[in-house]
């Protein structure tokens, strides 16, 4: 090992393996939370005049001002609360993350969840605090939770609303019972926004360290990487300031304000998604052995017959279907899978792949 490599780098960082993003070329693609579907072709032709016009010689607008407009439009964003974007909500948890970071500050939230909450809070130097969620539903074990905010007195709390890899919603009253017990700030990060009825954004202002954290990546934007964060504006100021110059470039602020004018394809789309999730769940339901959990998220979590995960994973992709497959990565996940929610012959596919591996051993 490079002696000098050894003695710069982080011992935290030399002990990561890097993000790894499998190989999807040619498979049928649920593994990532994609929306499936493309523009309708006029849409596409509308949207590339609209780049025509751009200078890429000039810096984009420091703070996207038209974008922002254009989200507090079709997001229903309080008039009165700050907004701020970032490169992904990836990039908006990292802007939080340094601004509080600290020598024993620490990021809590509960597992298993988000992995970039933890990862970012280590790439800051913070530590991570995991609060098991409950196994048979994954909801939220509130009593361990606040015992774990008392001790801790964490800077930073994330809730997922819905919960990325489980799917799950977590019961509201719970949230607001830790809002209330939180020393700091608490994060609702409602990436999963467009697949369910329920929200914290229109309760943000009620607390004075609730911020709810949205992204357009999985209604269908996840190439332009555009995550906003909404919030009192006082605690929005704080956070602007680690912010890099320039961090939204101007083929996303265009493409994205474009879009946002076209909400209702989007929203055609994620409804087609969701009435979709219903269907795959009710067959994944009829599959013997197979047992898939509630979803409010576009990708529904299931659990399969004990040590098949790895075999089904590969035999989904010797068929020609890419998924994810979490076993291993925490206790409460062994034998579970991941589907995400795909175009009804994507769907179609996948259950027919998993009845004929699950039916011929
Ligand atoms: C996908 C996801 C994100 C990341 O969103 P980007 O805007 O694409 O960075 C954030 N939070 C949760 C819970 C997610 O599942």
């Known amino acids: 090992m490079n002696a000098r490599i050894e003695s710069l780098v982080r011992p935290e960082i030399r002990a990561l393996r890097a ?20 523009w309708p072709e006029a849409l596409q032709a509308d949207w590339l005049e609209t780049l025509r016009g751009l200078e890429l010689n000039r810096y984009p607008d420091p703070k996207g001002h038209a974008l ?6 079709a997001m229903e964003i309080p008039e009165d609360m700050g907004l701020l974007l970032g490169n992904g909500s990836d990039e908006l948890i990292q ?32 530590d991570y605090v995991g609060v098991p969620l409950q196994a048979e539903d994954f909801s ?8 774990a905010i008392e001790r801790e007195q964490p800077a930073l709390v994330y809730l997922a609303y819905p919960n990325n890899p489980t799917g799950n919603r977590f019961d509201a009253d719970d949230m607001v019972r830790i809002i209330e017990a939180a020393p700091g700030l608490v994060i609702v990060d409602e990436a ?11 309760l943000v202002g009620d607390w004075d360290n609730l911020l709810v954290m949205r992204t357009v990546s999985k ?8 995550g ?26 265009v493409s994205a304000a474009f879009a946002l004018k076209h909400k209702a394809v989007f929203d055609e789309q994620t409804r087609t998604i969701r009435a979709e999730r219903t269907r795959l769940q009710d067959a994944l339901h009829r599959i013997p052995g197979l047992h898939p959990y509630p979803s409010e998220a576009n990708f529904i979590l299931t659990r399969v017959p004990e040590g098949r995960a790895g075999a089904l994973f590969d035999g989904l992709k010797q068929a ?29 596919a996948l259950v027919t792949a998993l009845e004929s591996l699950l039916t011929t051993s």
């Not at 939220?140 to 015992?147: F, G, R, W």
């Not at 979490?326 to 994507?346: K, Q, Y």
């Open 19 to 38: 993000y790894h993003v499998p190989e999807s070329a040619g498979l049928i693609k649920l593994d990532a939370m994609e929306n499936p579907y493309t």
């Open 140 to 147: 939220i074990d509130l009593p361990a939770v606040l015992e």
């Open 320 to 348: 020609g279907i890419l998924i994810k497959n979490l076993d291993g990565t925490h206790p409460l996940l062994a034998d579970c899978l991941r589907f995400t929610v795909g175009t009804p012959e994507e769907n179609a």
């Open 192 to 202: 999963y926004a467009p697949f369910t009825d329920s929200s914290f954004m229109g």
């Open 95 to 126: 802007m939080l993350a340094l601004t509080v970071a600290a020598p024993g500050r620490k990021i809590l939230s509960v597992d298993p969840g988000f992995v970039m909450y933890r990862m970012i809070g280590l790439f800051a130097g913070m």
């Open 228 to 253: 906003y964060l909404v919030g009192p504006p006082d605690w929005l100021a704080e956070i602007d300031k680690v912010r890099l110059p320039y961090n939204v470039n101007v083929l996303t602020q």
């Open 68 to 73: 922002q407009a254009a989200l507090r439009e």
């Open 219 to 226: 209604m269908g934007l996840a190439g332009l990487r555009l």
